[in-house]
């Protein structure tokens, strides 16, 4: 069974940085790109942010370019999001998947997310 657990989340003031983590189970993760969405209350969910099977190739939305990078260890079986310049907005539940892209009917094996909480 395919499993991805994510880590990470918390409260942060305006400004400050988190590093969120997506750890898999159940699969070789070297076979598949990992992606992450968002999704703050009232709002569809977003997708931000994907990485290549082998972590050569990745994408990242207008609105966090340039503030999240995505990453992966293969060994450790995990992808990484590090957010900085962290603004209210960012305020969201986030979750990551195997897929590739920005649809979400790209992506199967959703974690069950983890909230990020951005404080002005």
């Known amino acids: 069974e395919v499993q991805l657990v994510e880590s990470g989340g918390g409260l942060v003031e305006v400004g400050g940085s988190l590093r969120l983590s997506c750890t898999a189970s159940g699969i070789t993760s070297a076979d598949y790109a990992i992606g992450w969405f968002r999704q703050a209350p009232g709002k569809e969910r977003e997708g931000i942010s994907c990485?290549?099977?082998?972590?050569?190739?990745?994408w990242h939305a207008n609105s966090v370019k340039g503030r999240f990078t995505i990453s992966r260890d293969n060994a450790k079986s995990t992808v990484y999001l590090q957010m900085n310049s962290l603004k209210p907005e960012d305020t969201a539940v986030y979750s990551c998947?195997?897929?590739?892209?920005?649809?979400?009917?790209?992506?199967?094996?959703w974690g069950q997310g983890t909230q990020v909480t951005v404080s002005s």
């Open positions: 990485v290549n099977n082998n972590g050569r190739h990745s």
């Open positions: 998947a195997r897929g590739w892209g920005q649809r979400t009917e790209n992506y199967d094996s």
